[in-house]
């Protein structure tokens, strides 16, 4: 039997295994196979603060690193989904058997085979892992087959015949609030209200309505998994973003125990929060478990299209009240959400728009009503920034829009407004942390502006196609500033568990950290090891593989993963310092409190005894759960409370050329401000910085999902364009490092800030080009021209 691997992460060798980490992990760990060819670095130089390299850095650019579509098992089949090609109907029958004559294929599998719960979900289980009596989506799931090759599964599921009754469609979220419930209980999902201060008279009001379109995460390595029976259960080595939800909904889908649904992460090619959801997770154990043998499931990207959800739609309406020195007087906002077919995670995601909708500005009367409603449309869920960046196009519009009511500089009224240490936000809670908004601005706003545009095509908006001249060129500058929560929120018992074993290996002191904590392209395994070398004094710290063998990690989302399972690392590697200390104490005869810890414990007498000696008596392993401080629900009707275990705040300036006539855009330079706390790695804060920018990029000028009658129109990378290295424009960084008096090492999260205000600042920066009001993104050339024509004076007399 032949079968491949999670990868298991040496910070000291590269790769760990002899095979370049292409093997299953053994079932004794204490067999992991390591390499002798060490190259010991100073602890220091791979510690915590430093820009330590990540272990996965070598074998993920030569081709070596095996990710979930890669994972192989001698006796496996392959499995195929039967999708909906409705956006809502009824069904009324299914019939397998054309797909079950052809030779090779082993199943076919209806909501019938569901032996437990016909329903999951993150937040309420309302989807069916297989659709018994109704499609709510175009591609939701009705079937799924076996069969010996990926082909022939493909062409058997062809051959599943569905009878459907179509029912009515309702993709129009606005007609959704009102309209007939496509769920029991209605198309609401979640209503947040907050209501703080009274509104008084303004000397200026503006108003506004904003769009923002449906945005994919994108990720490079489609939905796969390897799903193998096992005694009484099922292993499942697959790629998401936390094992321990995906545990406990497939258990009661298989009516299994979950100690009998054993989750592994297998390499993860990216996720931004569309891995949150389950795709091909239930559907691969359903069949192994009917089989009793391995099956393997891999989406195209066309079908990862359907397979996952995507950001949020927004439709938003604003009114900002002023003073005539342009301090903010009221802030009144409606937003609403197309949450599509299912839940997933809107509940959450409203509540992040809810409570962010104004910014991060001191306002003294606040009124914002935020809906997610149910659709027929893809489900929308979590992506990087959860609902916080929708509202951010809004409230940033709505400054720019104010500051040219009021005649004043964009960049001095957001200064006048911005939040500091111990200002309220809308929701009633102050902030008790860094609040470097002011700071953040002035950064970005000091920096040089680039030259103006020369004549090399490559830096054009045409490009090499030569279809603009920079005589043709205007260009504009534009700002932005956001806020969102680091962490769970709203009462969520939020945290991370660690295990971290101190060992001898060939007579040196080495460690060996455990968590369920999903590396999904952040550099987790990176900064656990850097906190386990910063802790313990050693040069070799090995990372296993994720699974569920150790307790709950939570979600690798909402910027949490270095906070929390950071912190549990930390916790894991004091206490195992403790146990060495009097470990140390009983050998030289001294009070543990006397000792000093390091590669070799000394005591004040003079008297010392080395790590390694010390486990010769045997390892040391502890395990710690960390948790950050308790938070409140909000109150229903006022939408008060102190939700939000921290804030993080970012800046944006972006500089753009656009060519008016054809609506051309290049986006010139973007400059990012952000307060991270304590980089941990340096060198990776900036590489979530240049990655948010980029995709923020794409929100603002070329990515959305076309959505037409519940219909995706673009489920390609040929018709859904995100940037490449072509479009990304040079970035001028600045990491601010104001410690937090709450969190492991003072830090902050840093994954979401940096996405979340540079679609406004772009948008911003064109507005300032053409002269034209664009209230929704992404921009895309047509809407350009279109704007710049309309207003255009009529040459007709």
């Not at 500091?420 to 008790?432: F, I, K, L, Y």
Request: aromatic residues 4%.
């Amino acid at each position: 039997m032949t079968t491949t691997r999670p990868n298991t992460f040496d910070g000291l060798t590269l790769p760990v295994t002899a095979d370049g980490g292409s093997r299953l992990l053994p079932a004794d760990r204490a067999a992991l196979p390591v390499t002798t060819d060490r190259v010991v670095r100073p602890v220091a130089a791979d510690g915590v603060g430093a820009s330590a390299r990540r272990p996965d850095a070598v074998s993920k650019v030569r081709g070596d690193f095996a990710y979930s579509s890669d994972l192989w098992h001698d006796e496996m089949v392959w499995g195929a989904t039967v999708r909906s090609p409705h956006p809502h109907a009824r069904i009324l029958s299914v019939d397998a058997s054309a797909a079950l004559a052809m030779p090779g294929v082993h199943a076919v599998l209806t909501a019938a085979d569901v032996p437990g719960v016909n329903r999951y979900g993150l937040e309420r289980r309302d989807q069916p892992v297989l659709a018994d009596d109704v499609v709510r989506y175009v591609g939701e799931p009705v079937a799924v087959v076996a069969a010996d090759t990926p082909e022939l599964a493909r062409r058997a599921a062809a051959r599943v015949r569905v009878a459907y009754a179509e029912l009515p469609a309702v993709t129009d979220p606005t007609r959704a609030l009102a309209g007939p419930g496509l769920h029991e209980g209605g198309n609401l999902v979640r209503h947040l209200r907050i209501r703080r201060g009274v509104p008084r008279t303004a000397d200026v009001v503006v108003t506004g309505e904003y769009e923002v379109g449906m945005q994919d995460q994108a990720f490079l390595g489609p939905e796969s998994c390897l799903a193998v029976p096992a005694g009484e259960g099922v292993d499942l080595y697959c790629s998401t973003q936390w094992l321990h939800i995906d545990q406990d909904q497939l258990a009661d889908c298989l009516a299994l125990p979950k100690e009998s649904v054993r989750l592994t992460l297998s390499g993860v090619g990216g996720a931004f929060g569309g891995r949150e959801d389950l795709s091909v997770q239930a559907h691969a154990c359903l069949l192994a478990l009917r089989l009793g043998r391995p099956v393997k499931m891999s989406y195209g990207r066309e079908e990862s299209f359907s397979g996952h959800v995507h950001r949020h739609p927004a439709r938003m309406r604003y009114e900002h009240g002023a003073t005539h020195d342009g301090k903010l007087v009221y802030v009144k906002a409606d937003i609403l959400l197309d949450g599509g077919a299912y839940a997933s995670t809107s509940a959450a995601v409203t509540g992040n728009a809810g409570c962010f909708a104004i910014g991060p500005y001191e306002v003294p009367a606040v009124e914002v009503d935020c809906r997610a409603v149910y659709t027929n449309n893809p489900p929308a869920g979590a992506m990087r920034g959860f609902g916080a960046v929708q509202v951010c196009f809004g409230h940033e519009s709505q400054m720019d829009k104010l500051a040219t009511a009021l005649g004043m500089d964009p960049v001095e009224l957001r200064l006048r407004n911005a939040v500091d240490t111990g200002s309220v936000m809308a929701t009633g809670q102050r902030v008790e942390g860094p609040a470097p908004v002011a700071e953040l601005l002035r950064r970005v706003a000091g920096k040089p502006l680039p030259p103006p545009a020369c004549d090399d095509l490559r830096l054009l908006p045409g490009g090499t196609s030569n279809a603009t001249r920079a005589e043709h060129l205007v260009r504009g500058v534009g700002y932005g500033l956001s806020v969102k929560n680091i962490c769970k929120s709203a009462g969520y018992d939020d945290y991370g568990t660690a295990r971290v074993r101190m060992y001898a290996h060939g007579g040196e002191p080495a460690a060996e950290v455990h968590t369920a904590a999903a590396e999904v392209g952040q550099g987790l395994v990176t900064v656990q090891a850097q906190i386990a070398r910063t802790e313990l004094e050693v040069g070799r710290v090995t990372i296993l593989p994720a699974d569920t063998e150790v307790g709950d990690a939570g979600t690798s989302s909402a910027s949490r993963q270095t906070w929390m399972s950071g912190g549990a690392v930390r916790a894991a590697c004091l206490a195992v310092r403790a146990a060495l200390l009097e470990r140390a104490a009983a050998r030289l005869g001294e009070p543990a409190r006397d000792l000093v810890y390091g590669p070799v414990v000394s005591a004040p007498s003079g008297r010392s005894v080395t790590l390694a000696e010390l486990l010769e008596d045997g390892d040391v392993d502890e395990t710690a759960v960390f948790r950050h401080r308790p938070t409140e629900v909000l109150d229903p009707q006022t939408g008060q409370g102190d939700a939000h275990v921290a804030y993080a705040f970012a800046a944006h300036r972006a500089v753009v050329d656009v060519d008016p006539e054809l609506g051309s855009v290049r986006v010139v330079e973007i400059a990012c401000a952000q307060d991270v706390g304590k980089a941990i790695n340096p060198v990776a804060v900036e590489g979530q910085m240049h990655g948010g920018i980029a995709q923020g990029l794409g929100l603002a000028v070329m990515e959305e999902i076309q959505v037409r009658e519940g219909r995706i129109l673009n489920p390609s990378f040929t018709d859904y364009l995100i940037p490449t290295t072509m479009d990304m424009p040079p970035t001028a960084l600045d990491i601010l490092e104001l410690p937090r008096a709450d969190s492991p090492y003072g830090l902050t999260g840093v994954g979401e800030p940096p996405l979340l205000s540079a679609p406004a600042a772009i948008a911003a920066a064109i507005r300032d080009a053409v002269g034209v009001a664009l209230d929704r993104i992404p921009i895309t050339p047509e809407t350009v021209a279109t704007a710049v024509l309309a207003h255009q004076p009529d040459p007709t007399p």
